[in-house]
């Protein structure tokens, strides 16, 4: 169950992320109408400046970490959360147990086959 708690939490992260790339194209875009009117006015500029900037280090530095985490990830480093390696012996076991089972039934029916006779 943790494991689904770190990938839930994986999600906020990066819904949040989303939100402040919203934040920060929305900034961008007032920034854009300021400087279009005829006498823009310094203040709101440089407001809106500061906000788009503030939301691009943050995108920036959490892009950052998600790519760090996926480069774990993909190298198959230990990282919190994974259930891939759990997941996989699972079934291993079971096309193992799978596949004694078809090889149990090949024996009872040679058994079978041999008292017949």
Do not use: W
Request: proline residues 3%; contains cysteine; glycine residues 6%.
């Amino acid at each position: 169950m943790a494991g689904y708690a770190v990938a839930n939490d994986r999600l906020r992260v990066l819904e949040e992320l989303e939100r402040e790339i919203a934040a920060a194209l929305q900034s961008a875009g007032l920034v854009i109408l300021e400087l279009s009117k005829e006498k823009p006015g310094e203040r709101p500029l440089e407001r809106q400046s500061a906000q788009f900037s503030a939301a691009l280090l943050k995108v920036e530095a959490e892009l950052a970490a998600q790519i760090r985490y996926l480069t774990q990830v993909a190298t198959g480093q230990p990282h919190e959360g994974s259930t891939y390696g759990a997941r996989k012996s699972c079934q291993m076991a079971l096309n193992r147990l799978d596949y004694a089972r078809l090889k149990l039934g090949d024996v009872a029916r040679a058994c079978e086959q041999l008292l017949e006779t």
